[in-house]
């Protein structure tokens, strides 16, 4: 039943617990690698005891799952808005790309593309393909509406396209060093026009 009261219900509260641990353990994560972070830490930054973080999360492989689900929705939230705006299929594609590189190279975010690819091999593979594939069909969409739209050559195949184009940018999250001299927003311009390029209409 519905809460009327105008307070948060007990699942509303857990639910933004659950969030602030998740917030709290990216950002330890990002700063100071998975490896260096203990449990106990991120207990201590929100104020509750290890134990009753055992609560909301299983173990802390379980933590950086739960890290990687919610970081991937923001990272398809970032692409969704980029693409919304009017343009053709290549300028949404071009927008989209710049903002999978700018959000994947956050430093809450980075970290998931390394740490989170031994997970593929260890019973997580449901949990890393669903979010795969909503990547993918935005993906697909774009480049198909490329194709009808005349802005990229009538003789691509978006499935394969698709394929190329996100495992090319999948590996700036793992190379990419953000004490560089570049800034994110310089790299994924760059990256985003030269892995464009061969699939535009030029003509």
Same mark, same amino acid.
């Given at each position: 039943?519905?809460d009327?009261?105008? +307070?948060?219900?007990?699942?509303q $509260?857990?639910?933004?617990?659950?969030r602030?641990i998740?917030?709290?353990?990216?950002? %330890?994560f990002?700063? *100071?690698? +998975?490896?260096?972070?203990?449990?106990?830490?991120?207990?201590?930054?929100?104020?509750?005891?290890?134990?009753?973080?055992?609560n909301?999360?299983?173990?802390?492989?379980?933590?950086?799952m *739960?890290?990687y689900?919610?970081?991937?929705?923001?990272?398809?939230?970032?692409?969704?808005?980029?693409t919304?705006?009017?343009?053709t299929? /290549?300028?949404? $594609?071009?927008?989209?790309?710049q903002?999978y590189?700018?959000?994947?190279?956050?430093?809450d975010?980075?970290?998931?593309?390394?740490?989170? %690819?031994?997970m593929?091999?260890?019973?997580?593979?449901?949990?890393?393909? /669903?979010?795969r594939d909503?990547?993918?069909?935005?993906?697909?969409? $774009?480049?198909? #509406?490329?194709?009808?739209d005349g802005?990229?050559?009538?003789? $691509?195949?978006?499935?394969?396209?698709s394929?190329?184009?996100?495992? /090319?940018?999948?590996?700036?999250?793992?190379?990419?060093?953000?004490?560089?001299? *570049?800034?994110?927003?310089?790299?994924?311009?760059?990256?985003? %026009?030269?892995?464009?390029?061969?699939y535009?209409? #030029?003509?």
């Amino acid at each position: 039943m519905e809460d009327v009261s105008g +307070f948060p219900t007990k699942s509303q $509260l857990r639910d933004l617990k659950r969030r602030e641990i998740i917030r709290c353990a990216a950002a %330890r994560f990002g700063s *100071q690698g +998975f490896e260096n972070v203990p449990l106990d830490a991120i207990a201590s930054d929100i104020g509750v005891t290890k134990a009753a973080l055992y609560n909301y999360v299983a173990s802390k492989n379980d933590l950086l799952m *739960q890290c990687y689900e919610v970081g991937m929705d923001r990272l398809v939230a970032a692409v969704e808005a980029a693409t919304a705006p009017e343009g053709t299929a /290549a300028q949404k $594609l071009d927008a989209g790309l710049q903002a999978y590189i700018v959000t994947m190279t956050q430093p809450d975010m980075q970290f998931l593309w390394i740490y989170t %690819r031994p997970m593929i091999m260890a019973g997580k593979q449901r949990i890393i393909r /669903a979010v795969r594939d909503r990547l993918d069909t935005i993906m697909r969409d $774009l480049l198909a #509406n490329g194709v009808k739209d005349g802005s990229l050559r009538a003789d $691509l195949d978006p499935k394969l396209s698709s394929l190329v184009i996100l495992g /090319a940018v999948n590996w700036v999250g793992i190379w990419y060093n953000p004490n560089g001299p *570049q800034k994110p927003e310089d790299i994924a311009r760059e990256i985003a %026009r030269e892995t464009l390029y061969g699939y535009l209409n #030029n003509t």
